[in-house]
DNA sequence: TTACAATTAGTAGTAGCTAATAATAGGTGC
DNA sequence: GCACCTATTATTAGCTACTACTAATTGTAA
């Protein structure tokens, strides 16, 4: 219980509690401050807080939002695919945002180019599943976040289910990074094999 | 409008519905429906779907609890420092999850495990900014979502400003995968460089 | 036609309010 | 002491979106 307190601290205090646990009704603020129930109308009133059903819709369409930022950013650790050719090659586009870089420097992280490489020289493997076994990175350039990178994949050489995939990644025209990727296909048997 | 449909149909429609649009209240469900507000209510009391205002509560309730797992993610792409020795040698942890894997398989997606490792590497350089420049990556067994992975990383040569540094990932003591990375020690200059 | 399911209607009661009016307590100024 | 003012509390009517229950109506199949 709260007592004693100046009308512009309680409206302070209810602020806070509100915003603390938006679902905090009326009643519940009035017995937490030992007030009455329209004393606690009149602040809120004062103070534009809206009614605890409204406040609860608020954050309820908050977070649904919050959701679509965050499918987006799934996609973002892959890339967008421009063009593919099964088998053969394919394109795929990474904007890189301040979240994938350093904080100090801008620099984007490296696992961020890798896992674009990556992506891409699964998706251009034509078979179910596909993992990499062998990769060779290296990373030319620092990317800077904001920077759009291009990457272009091409099967190099096929020999049975191995692939040997070769990934470069530019901005700007300038190549950041080259990679070697060495990809198997793989039919079900993996996953029967652990289970 | 949706009209003549079988109960069983409209009960699926209006699950459906609720499904796509928690604030949907009974009133406009029966508009929706043109049907009357109490069969909606028993409908809803048939598949037990709580009224509007307890689905927003769950909305907003959940939100903010996504919200947690959404920081504790952005965790778990670099995994948890267990013990670091600057400059010389360093361990981290990763808890899979499914979000990690290919849905079909339930194999973790390479890059995860780049990113466990690349992290490492990067944290135990005892410098201001560390940039991997070269990496050599064997991808040993395919970790299955839930696993967890424990990266070792050791300073295997370092001269002037590039390391060599090697990571071991094991998963239940197995080996699943190793990678020699070449990271460099960067000062400021290739901000001011690049801006 | 009877029997049963499905649907609709209606009533009483609930939480958590808005909006408006009125009553009361406490302090300040003259 | 009285007027004036603010703060607080009380009271009432009305709202939304329900639950829970009872009752009436409609449709349909045996």
Redesign the pocket.
Known sequence: MIRNLS?LE?QKKIKEYILKDPFL???KLAELFS??V??I??D?LEMGI????KRIVQVAKNTSSKDKVKSLKKEEIIGELIDIELGKNGIAILKTTKDMAFGRTGIVRSHYIFSLADSLAISIINTEVALTGIARLSYKKPVYAGETLVAKARVARNRGNKYLVSVHVKSDQKEVFTGKLVIFSVNDKVKKEKA
Do not use: A, F, H, V
């Open positions: 009308k309680r009704s009326d009643k007030i009455s329209q004393t109308r009149l809120r809206p009614e605890m059903r």
